[in-house]
């Protein structure tokens, strides 16, 4: 497919209203469509219009402004409790390197690097100490000069879920 300009125009919040309801969107409630749209923007919108579109990128019969905010909500509210269980696991995470990891091996038991698989995760582990900007690692280095490197609850605190999945993790 050839590439095309890209001619559309930037469209008031009223206009973008009227885009819709041509297409065949009934939009009950004009106040409240112009504030989603303020706040959510249309193009974040748009995509939960999609299931409401016929072959013809027009609206089915009877396809309301309402029906599509209820979707968005819902992969909102969905959204917000799969975060919410996120969060929860990575703190259990952390906390459960930091517990059974020291006490297995001490407060900096990942300059021994037998308790690692990968050389990389004892790499990225004193990497984060050297580099890392965090409050945990800048609060160690300036109060204490050795060993040089944090102990794993600042260096856990300052990691990525990214990084911390790697101490725990087979490459």
């Known amino acids: 497919m050839a590439k095309r300009k890209f001619t559309k125009p930037a469209l008031s919040v009223s206009d973008l209203i ?3 309801e041509d297409k065949g969107l009934t939009v009950a409630d004009r106040t409240k469509a112009e504030r989603c749209l303020t706040y959510l923007g249309f193009y974040r919108q748009k995509i939960y219009t999609r ?9 089915r019969s009877g396809t309301t402004f309402d029906q599509v905010v209820e979707v968005y909500d819902f992969d909102r509210m969905l959204r917000l ?25 001490g407060p900096h038991f990942y300059y021994d690097e037998a308790f690692f698989e990968s050389k990389d995760a004892v790499t990225s ?31 856990t605190e300052a990691s990525t879920f ?4 790697k101490i725990v993790c087979r490459p």
């Open 51 to 59: 299931p409401f579109e016929d072959t013809a990128r027009k609206f």
């Open 81 to 105: 409790l799969c975060l919410d269980a996120i969060e929860r696991i990575e703190v259990a995470l952390r906390s459960h390197v930091i517990n059974v990891m020291g006490s297995h091996g």
């Open 125 to 155: 582990m004193r990497q984060l100490g050297e580099r890392g900007k965090h409050l945990s690692i800048t609060h160690y280095k300036k109060e204490y000069h050795e060993p040089h490197l944090p102990a794993i609850w600042c260096l």
């Open 162 to 165: 990214g990084q911390l999945s």
């Open 18 to 20: 009227k885009f819709m």
